[in-house]
C-alpha cells in the first residue's frame, strides 16, 4: 500500500473482530472499553492488515476498470498472476523455476490504533538473507516493513513481512 488513506471506524474494528473469532468487549463495547486500561475501544491485533481493502490496487479488491478479481466471476478459474510483493519475496529472486510464499508476519505495536485514527503507510525493504535448503537449493528471505502513521504523523504499527524465495522446486523425493 503507498500512501493510501486508511480510515479506522468503529465497525470496521468489531467487523474485522468478529471475523477472526475475537469477542472481547473491546472492540465493539464502547461503555465496556472505558473502564479498562485502554480507556476505549481499541483495533485488535493484525488489524493493520485490513489496510489492504483501502490498496486500489491489491488483489483483494476490484480492479477499477472492472476486470473482477479472484472470486468475482472475473476469471473463470484460479487466482490471477499477480506481481511479486514484498510478501513472496520477489525483489531478491533466488534464481530459476523455484516458489515464494510467505513465511512470517510480526508487528510492533507503539499505540493501539483506534476509532477516528486515519492511517497513511509507506513500506520499504528490510533485510535480506539466504540460507541453503537440503530439497529446494538456495532460500532467499527478504523482509517489507510497513509503517503506519496517524493523521497527525505519529508512528502507530510497523508491521514486518517477510518472504522466502526457493532457487528450484522441491525435490520429490
Known amino acids: 500500500m503507498a500512501q493510501e488513506k486508511f480510515p479506522v471506524e468503529a465497525s470496521h474494528i468489531m467487523m474485522f473482530a468478529r471475523s477472526i473469532g475475537d469477542g472481547n ?43 473482477g478479481w479472484f472470486g468475482s466471476g472475473g476469471s473463470p478459474t484460479g487466482a490471477k498472476p ?6 513472496g519475496g520477489g525483489r531478491s529472486g533466488g534464481g530459476g523455476g523455484g ?31 539466504e540460507k541453503q535448503g537440503r530439497r529446494s537449493g538456495k532460500l532467499v528471505f527478504s523482509e517489507s516493513v510497513t509503517e503506519y502513521r496517524d493523521q497527525d504523523g505519529e508512528l502507530v504499527v510497523t508491521a514486518i513481512g517477510v518472504g522466502v524465495r526457493t532457487e528450484r522446486p522441491v525435490d520429490q523425493g
Do not use: C
Request: hydrophobic letters at 30%; zero cysteines; charged letters at 20%.
Open 25 to 67: 468487549p473491546i472492540y465493539y463495547d464502547d461503555e465496556y472499553a472505558q473502564g479498562t486500561e485502554a480507556g476505549g475501544i481499541i483495533a485488535p491485533p493484525t488489524f493493520a492488515q485490513a489496510s489492504a481493502q483501502f490498496d486500489p490496487n491489491h488483489g483483494l479488491r476490484p480492479k477499477i476498470d472492472g476486470d
Open 82 to 87: 499477480r506481481a511479486p510483493s514484498a510478501g
Open 99 to 129: 516458489g515464494g510464499l510467505h513465511a512470517e508476519q510480526r508487528f510492533i505495536y507503539h499505540r493501539h490504533m483506534r476509532p477516528g485514527d486515519v492511517l497513511t503507510s509507506s513500506t520499504r525493504p528490510g533485510n535480506t538473507w
